[in-house]
C-alpha cells in the first residue's frame, strides 16, 4: 500500500531534510506544489488529500494550515512549537514513556518535540519518574546546537562568516521550549535554560548539571545511570553510554550522530563523588526534527517506525 504525504513548508531547513527521506521510499507518494505552495487554495486541497501531512512552518502558520484541514481521516504532523504542550495533541517522542509509542500510533494529531527538549526530556524525565530528582527541583540544562537549528538567517549569518564562532542567545530566559521541557520531563518549576549556537552546521549537545549530594536521596552515578538504561531498554534510537565508557572519555563531539536519528545519553562523573553531568548527544535534524517527524509518520501509518531511518 502506497500512502500520500504532503509536506507543507518543504523548502525550509527541516522540510528539506524530510523530503530527502521520503522521497528514497517507495512505500510513499509525496503530493509537491512546486512553485503553487503559496496558492492557498492548492494547498488546501492538498492538505485534505493526503493520508497525511507534515507542517514545517512557523507557529501562527502552523495553526492556520490545521484549520484548513477539514478531511478528519488526515493524520497530521507538527513540527513548530504551535502544540507541543496543547490539549488534543499527542507529543511527539515515542521513546518518552512506556505508553508514548502507541499513543502516537492512535493519534491523528501528534507534536514533534523540539531538538533541545528531546534531549533534555530524554536524559531528566526518567529521574524524575524514579523520584531520584523531585519534580519541584531547581534544574539548568546547558546546550550548544549547530546553527542550522537558527533558520535560514542564521545559516546565512554563519555561511557568509559574518558571525561569532560562539553565540549564547535566549538571554531574557524566556525561550520558547521552556514550556515543552518543563512539562514532559515532569518537572513542576521551570527549567533555567541556558542556549548557545556554534560554528557549525548540525549536531548537539544538552546537558543538565547536578550536584547529588543536594537531591534528597543523595543518588549515586549508578542509580542515575541504571535510571536512564531501565527506561531506554530495548530502543532502537535511544541508547545509553556505559560507565565504563564515559570515565575513559576526555571530550565529546556534538557532531558525532548527525546524519541520523539516534540519542545518545551519557552519565559523566565520580563513582564515588558528589557531581554530575548529564550529557545527551544528537543531531538537531535528525532525531531532533526531521528524522523524529518520519518515526512519528512511520507509526502514525501502521509501518516499522525504523522504516527510512536505518
Known sequence: MTHTIFIDGEAGTT????????????????????????????RA??????D?????????AAKEAVAMIENPDVRVIDASTAYRTATGW??????????????IVGSHRVSNPGCYPTGFIGLMRPLVKAGLVPVDWPVTV???????????????????????????????LKHKHVPEMTRHSGLHV???????????????????????????????IDRLHGALVEAYDGCRFVEVAGLDETEAMTGL????????????LHVFGDRGGSQARLVALLDNLGKGASGAAVQNLNLMLGL???????
Request: glycine residues 12%; aromatic residues 6%.
Open 253 to 264: 563531539d556534538p557532531e558525532g550522530l548527525n546524519g541520523t536519528n539516534r540519542m545518545r
Open 45 to 50: 486541497e492538498a492538505l485534505n488529500a493526503a
Open 190 to 220: 521551570p527549567v533555567l535554560f541556558s542556549p548557545a549556537v556554534g560554528a557549525y552546521r548540525q549536531g548537539m549537545l544538552v546537558e543538565v548539571p547536578l550536584h547529588l549530594a543536594a537531591l534528597p536521596e543523595t543518588p549515586s
Open 52 to 60: 497525511a501531512v507534515i507542517l514545517c512552518l512557523p507557529d501562527d
Open 142 to 172: 546547558n546546550a550548544v546546537s549547530g546553527y542550522s537549528g537558527g533558520g535560514k538567517a542564521m545559516i546565512a549569518e554563519f555561511e557568509t562568516g559574518g558571525a561569532l564562532p560562539y553565540r549564547a542567545y535566549g538571554l531574557t
Open 304 to 310: 516499522d517506525e525504523a522504516t527510512g531511518l536505518s
Open 15 to 42: 522540510g528539506l531534510e524530510i523530503r530527502e527521506r521520503l522521497e528514497r521510499r517507495d512505500d510513499l507518494e509525496l503530493i509537491l506544489l512546486g512553485d503553487r505552495r503559496r496558492d492557498r487554495a492548492a
Open 90 to 103: 499527542t507529543y511527539g517522542f515515542p521513546e518518552m514513556d512506556a505508553v508514548q509509542r502507541g499513543e
